[in-house]
């Protein structure tokens, strides 16, 4: 089984700078993809940023320049910089690991406020 817990949302103004992070316990394999999924009221959740155990990232365009993603495999953590915040980027934030299958995981997600 694989637990993944968020933290590091909360409530900050326009152009302002958040940190998330995710630690992913149980059974992880060596290879595989983390990343961050975000969900605002009415939408689908869209993917944000994401990276494999290789190093090889993926970001939505809306936050490319933005947002950094990176991960601590020692620490099995994934982090996601989150610069030049804009209200449009407001939503629940939630951690993913996926594997080979394929088959996914997610955390309870974390509240992204950005508003003045």
């Known amino acids: 089984q694989v637990q993944l817990v968020e933290s590091g949302g909360g409530l900050v103004q326009p152009g302002g700078s958040l940190r998330l992070s995710c630690v992913v316990s149980g059974t992880i394999s060596r290879l595989n993809t983390l990343g961050w999924f975000r969900q605002a009221p009415g939408k689908q959740r869209e993917l944000v940023a994401a990276?494999?155990?290789?190093?090889?990232?993926n970001y939505a365009d809306s936050v490319k320049g933005r947002f950094t993603i990176s991960r601590d495999n020692a620490k099995n953590t994934v982090y996601l910089q989150m610069d030049s915040l804009k209200p449009e980027d407001s939503a629940i934030y939630y951690c993913?690991?996926?594997?080979?299958?394929?088959?996914?995981?997610w955390g309870q997600g974390t509240q992204v406020t950005v508003s003045s």
């Open positions: 993913n690991y996926r594997i080979i299958g394929p088959r996914n995981y």
């Open positions: 990276m494999t155990s290789g190093g090889i990232t």
